[in-house]
């Protein structure tokens, strides 16, 4: 875990903010204390009267049940709801039918010269398209409740409406990131056993095209159950293999499709899957979680109105990107469910130039801004002018989600795109939790914020801090961060993880009887949570999720690798970067580019955000007598301190060839800092 060394220091320092701007939704941290503790004294009654705030085709008739296996949870039992029906119909049945829905922004050229691509849809055309395209799956495509499809997708409208129509259905969809490999993706597509998988033949990033559909023809040469590709034609490539008897264009299949047809939305279950989420772990294969129907839109509508104080004249814009977790609840489902104008942009931060986001936020009139910390200390290195020549008067409110955010890019955030006058954010959640369970409440109550804190839990929102045996810690003291009482939102029936009715309980149940986040975290006097970081073999590389385990088993399936572990090690601007240590095949003679072999292998296996910084070739790992590698000795040799206990070790020279090699490297980036 890369701790956030700032932190200690903040909790010392104590620096309380309350902006006299919020005065209608400041409170005290005791008010706060007492709304939450009712909420929670009163715990079903409290998530029934949230719930009741959305429109059910049929009531629940329960709020909470036990569902078939340990610490899966049943929400909102016999209610029934679609989430199509929750973003669409609902609001074109009122003032909000020619409102705008989705403002796109695709990569600018370039030159300035050329016109900038933009795309903004009502939510009546949404609505319309979205029926048109439910059609086209259930009549052309043969999808019915329960099926499965993947989709392989970049930033374009396109993928909204795909979303939406399949939750019209009731069919379960995953997404896989567009930066992934097409070995990551025929692994989710198997995992899931979809049956047919959408991309498109390409998109654009950093003035390149991104070549998705050659992705995807190779992922597919390993999925039996795909039955046909759906190419939508984002840029009009015409060199692209098509297979006639496999792939299909989406506006081929759409054509026909008359433009007012209706699919009535199905009356899906509250416990019925929407989607399911494929996140990484700290051993075996990625985890499929399941995401429900009712329990989900309950907690991204009230954590829309508690936490991004959404109203009608909001542009709201969540930079992530949709294939995350956070793109589904906070760019799609959350904020279309409210009725509210999402902002999507393809491309990167800082291209054309490095001013393209401050650019939108100008061109837009955004008002809620959700970021990242890494793009905020990326932005940092940057001279501030970029943001100063825009006009971000119309921001109001700030957050950001993924990792730790540090106080100084907290008060970059403040000062200067916030202006001092905004709430700025950092909500706590996970892949996991559906919805944000952590983080400061500007659209109920507002207790003063503290740069790099992650707020009070949420009301209706039970957390603790642990220490090694269960027990609550003292405040200010570092421990494990649990969820003690089910909530809406978590991973749903019937087994949590896709395919694997086992794995759920042990893998976040058996070491505190509690659900057990991974995360490092400090309470603090007032209540307040400041998550430090992972106390787990995951790392968050600029907001990414991913598994060290799932580093290591693509190294050592190269045929030079005989052994691998992978550390992570605190990055300036991503937060935390992996680095690997390799123990090569004994006879084999690699070259003296097998670092550069090593991160192009990486690269093709999972993709390139799972590049590690260093790859280091020695002669053995440091491990136990027992043959387990001692992880926490290669941590601390990567970071250079003191390596603790190595009684247990077998065989103490494995250490001192790790610390040569960081030596080496630490030699080797101070010349370059010099010259
Ligand atoms: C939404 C998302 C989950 C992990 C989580 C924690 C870290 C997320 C955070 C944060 C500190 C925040 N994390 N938000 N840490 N402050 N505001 O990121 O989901 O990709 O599953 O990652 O991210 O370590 O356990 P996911």
């Not at 993924?402 to 202006?419: C, D, H």
């Not at 009070?456 to 494990?480: A, M, Q, R, T």
Request: neutral net charge; glycine residues 8%; contains cysteine.
């Amino acid at each position: 875990m890369s701790e956030n060394p700032s932190i200690k220091e903040t909790l010392d320092f104590e620096e309380r903010i309350v902006l006299s701007e919020w005065s209608h939704r400041n409170c005290s941290v005791a008010e706060y204390q007492k709304m939450h503790g009712d909420s929670l004294a009163k715990f079903e009654n409290f998530w029934a009267s949230i719930a009741n705030e959305l429109e059910w085709f049929k009531p629940f008739e329960k709020v909470l049940e036990p569902g078939e296996y340990p610490n899966v949870y049943k929400w909102f039992v016999g209610g029934r709801l679609n989430l199509s029906y929750l973003c669409l119909d609902r609001h074109v049945k009122t003032h909000r039918k020619n409102k705008i829905a989705i403002i796109w922004e695709g990569e600018p050229a370039k030159s300035s010269n050329e016109p900038l691509e933009v795309r903004q849809i009502s939510y009546y055309e949404l609505w319309r398209l979205v029926n048109r395209v439910a059609y086209l799956m259930r009549h052309k495509l043969g999808l019915k409740k329960g099926d499965r499809i993947a989709l392989y997708m970049p930033m374009i409208p396109e993928l909204p409406v795909l979303m939406l129509a399949a939750a019209r259905l009731g069919v379960i969809f995953t997404q896989v990131f567009s930066g992934f490999s097409s070995e990551a993706l025929s692994a989710r597509v198997n995992d899931l056993g979809a049956r047919y998988l959408f991309t498109t033949d390409g998109y654009y990033r950093r003035g390149n095209i991104i070549r998705t559909k050659d992705i995807a023809d190779k992922a597919i040469k390993d999925c039996p159950t795909v039955e046909k590709i759906v190419v939508i034609r984002r840029i009009g490539l015409t060199d692209i293999n098509i297979d006639n008897n496999r792939d299909v264009f989406f506006d081929e299949l759409l054509k026909d499709v008359p433009y007012n047809v209706y699919v009535e939305p199905e009356q899906l279950e509250s416990t019925d899957a929407l989607y399911v989420i494929y996140t990484s772990g700290t051993t075996g294969k990625p985890k499929g979680i399941i995401r429900d129907t009712g329990g989900y839109a309950v907690i991204l509508n009230a954590t829309m109105k508690w936490i991004f104080d959404i109203t009608d004249e909001d542009i709201y814009w969540c930079t992530a990107d949709i294939g995350w977790v956070t793109g589904h609840s906070y760019i799609v489902f959350g904020p279309l469910m409210s009725g509210a104008t999402t902002l999507i942009f393809e491309g990167a931060p800082d291209y054309p130039e490095p001013d393209r986001w401050w650019s939108i936020i100008e061109r837009y009139g955004v008002t809620i801004f959700y970021t990242s910390p890494t793009a905020v200390r990326a932005f940092m290195r940057l001279s501030p002018d970029y943001v100063k020549k825009h006009d971000l008067s119309t921001i109001r409110l700030i957050h950001s989600v993924g990792e730790p955010i540090n106080p100084s890019a907290w008060k970059w955030l403040f000062e200067l795109i916030g202006n001092k006058r905004c709430p700025v954010g950092s909500t706590w959640w996970m892949t996991e939790t559906g919805g944000i369970l952590i983080s400061h409440t500007p659209g109920l109550k507002l207790v003063p914020l503290k740069p790099g804190t992650n707020g009070p839990p949420l009301p209706g929102i039970e957390v603790e801090v642990l220490d090694e045996e269960g027990k609550p810690v003292k405040s200010g003291v570092k421990g494990y961060l649990v969820i003690k009482k089910p909530w809406p939102g978590m991973p749903g029936p019937p087994t949590g993880m896709w395919g694997e009715p086992e794995r759920y309980n042990e893998v976040y149940f058996s070491r505190f009887g509690y659900f057990f986040t991974g995360d490092y975290a400090i309470k603090d006097n007032d209540g307040y949570v400041w998550v430090l970081g992972r106390s787990d073999e995951v790392l968050k590389v600029a907001g990414h999720r991913i598994g060290t385990y799932e580093l290591e088993s693509t190294l050592v399936a190269h045929p030079y690798v005989a052994e691998a572990a992978v550390v992570g090690v605190p990055d300036e601007i991503k937060g935390e970067v992996p680095i690997a240590y390799v123990v090569l095949k004994t006879g084999v003679n690699p070259g003296p580019n097998i670092q550069t072999e090593l991160k192009k292998w990486i690269r093709e296996k999972i993709g390139a955000i799972a590049d590690p910084k260093n790859i280091f070739v020695v002669s053995r790992l440091p491990k136990t007598r027992s043959g387990k590698i001692m992880r926490r000795v290669v941590k601390a040799l990567a970071l250079g301190k003191p390596v603790g206990d190595i009684t247990t070790l077998e065989d103490e020279s494995a250490v001192e060839e790790i610390k040569a090699a960081y030596e080496a490297l630490a030699k080797e980036l101070e010349a370059a800092k010099k010259t």
